[in-house]
């Protein structure tokens, strides 16, 4: 069965500082990679994806992620955050052919101006 | 629709009410997902639909919760006999038929046992 790792929790960081959160995952074969974003109040959107390709994925508002398959890994960076990054953070994987996306349990970022 | 809706965003039960929390789809996504998302859980799996095979209801914690999709498009998910570990946010996503798509994820509705 898949499994996703998000071993921050909670996340403080200044405005400037860089971000890097981790994600593992627990599948051998090929897999499809998720991070999505939960800004205060609003629902989950797709923050990036990979599916194929370059590993390194560029998603929105100057986020990325590196997918190291040796490490079944695919964290998620930002060298600059602001203010407005403050949100939880989801990590999620489909694999083996199977449309179902687990997710990981989420890591709170709180940017202090 | 334009984006998943659910109904109703907020519900407020007495312990041991039945409840049933509604999905609506965007149009022409066979898959719809069920999770739960409760504070310090991140999102529990509870059920999943896909056209027109049999859900994957693994995720379901216990016997009181159970979900239908009727016509491959509206879903509700149902909880008899509620309890307070229950209250939660219930989030509904959908997506388009294949691995490689993104899902998405309704505003949820926040279920308060009481």
């Known amino acids: 069965a898949q499994s996703v790792s998000q071993h921050n929790h909670h996340v403080i960081l200044s405005e400037a500082a860089s971000l890097e959160l981790g994600c593992n995952y627990s599948?051998?074969?090929?897999?499809?990679l998720f991070w999505y974003v939960q800004y205060p109040g609003q629902h989950l959107q797709l923050l990036l994806k990979?599916?194929?390709?370059?590993?390194l994925v560029k998603g929105i508002k100057g986020f990325e992620a590196e997918f190291i398959k040796s490490k079944f890994s695919f964290n998620l960076r930002k060298p600059s955050v602001q203010w407005s990054d403050t949100a939880e953070y989801f990590c999620?994987?489909?694999?083996?052919?199977?449309?179902?996306?687990?997710f990981g349990t989420g890591t709170k970022l709180q940017v202090i101006p | 629709g334009a984006g998943v809706s659910q109904s109703p965003s907020n519900k407020v039960t007495e312990k041991g009410k039945d409840v049933e929390l509604r999905c609506d789809p965007i149009?022409?996504?066979?898959?719809l997902y069920w999770y739960r998302q409760s504070l310090g859980q991140g999102l529990e799996f509870l059920i999943y639909?896909?056209?027109?095979?049999?859900?994957?209801k693994s995720g379901l914690p216990s016997d009181r919760f159970s979900a239908e999709r009727t016509g491959g498009s509206v879903s509700t998910l149902t909880i008899q006999r509620t309890q307070q570990e229950d209250s939660a946010v219930y989030l509904c996503?959908?997506?388009?038929?294949?691995?490689?798509?993104?899902?998405?994820f309704g505003q949820g509705t926040r279920l308060t046992v009481v």
């Open positions: 996503a959908s997506s388009t038929p294949g691995q490689n798509t993104e899902a998405f």
């Open positions: 599948y051998g074969g090929t897999v499809n």
């Open positions: 990979y599916f194929s390709g370059d590993p």
């Open positions: 999620a994987v489909n694999s083996g052919g199977y449309q179902k996306v687990t």
């Open positions: 149009s022409g996504h066979t898959a």
């Open positions: 639909f896909q056209g027109n095979s049999a859900p994957d």
